[in-house]
């Protein structure tokens, strides 16, 4: 540039230093976002030692020779406390007082050895889901109002002559809920062998 002219140089010096600029600038965001956008490698390095604690050597064969076996032939049970020995009369009536003290109606049912047990098989042309023998038969009317255990007993053993060879329980009705609360074996009928003693149902 000539002399006279140095004002115009010095705007284009200016323009072209502005222009380098905004293109170093551009450069500068590009390469930011590409590293933005590169995919993150995976470390193939060995990872570092690591201590693992030893846990303590585990045996349960002192307890597992100390265990028993319950025995499945002619160890069959019924309900709640079956795992118990036979219930006393004194024992019954202290399950009665339970189940009035709480609202509940006593009352008794029966069932011939034979069909005391749900059978396994399935009748479909009844009904689905219905099992034979599930439901045994009612000794006269639920016991409303009961409030002495004597009474139950009474039943217990007017129940036991008629129906010797039977299977009798007491069950526990709640008329608010409609449903049995309760139920549990007061009679086996003799001779029968289809449970054990309680030292034998196990080995």
Excluded at 31 to 44: D, F, G, K, N, Y
Excluded at 71 to 98: H, M, R, W
Excluded at 111 to 137: C, F
């Amino acid at each position: 540039c000539q002399r006279p002219h140095a004002h115009g140089c010095s705007s284009v010096y200016t323009l072209v230093a502005q222009q380098t600029h905004k293109a170093a600038a551009m450069a500068q965001v590009m390469v930011q976002s590409s590293a933005a956008l590169a995919p993150t490698r995976v470390s193939l390095q060995k990872p570092a030692s690591r201590t693992v604690a030893v846990a303590p050597r585990v045996c349960n064969g002192k307890a597992a020779r100390q265990m028993m076996v319950w025995s499945p032939v002619g160890n069959k049970f019924f309900e709640t406390f079956s795992y118990l020995p036979p219930l006393s009369e004194n024992e019954i009536a202290k399950q009665v007082d339970y189940i009035v003290n709480n609202g509940f109606i006593p009352s008794l049912e029966f069932a011939e050895a034979e069909q005391a047990y749900a059978g396994t098989e399935i009748t479909r042309l009844s009904q689905p889901g219905y099992y034979d023998n599930r439901y045994w038969t009612m000794w006269k009317l639920p016991m409303f109002g009961c409030s002495d255990p004597s009474q139950v007993l009474n039943e217990i053993t007017q129940c036991t002559k008629a129906f010797p060879n039977a299977y009798i329980r007491l069950v526990a009705f709640d008329n608010v809920r409609q449903v049995q609360c309760a139920g549990f074996l007061v009679h086996r009928p003799a001779g029968v062998k289809d449970f054990l003693p309680t030292d034998k149902r196990s080995v």
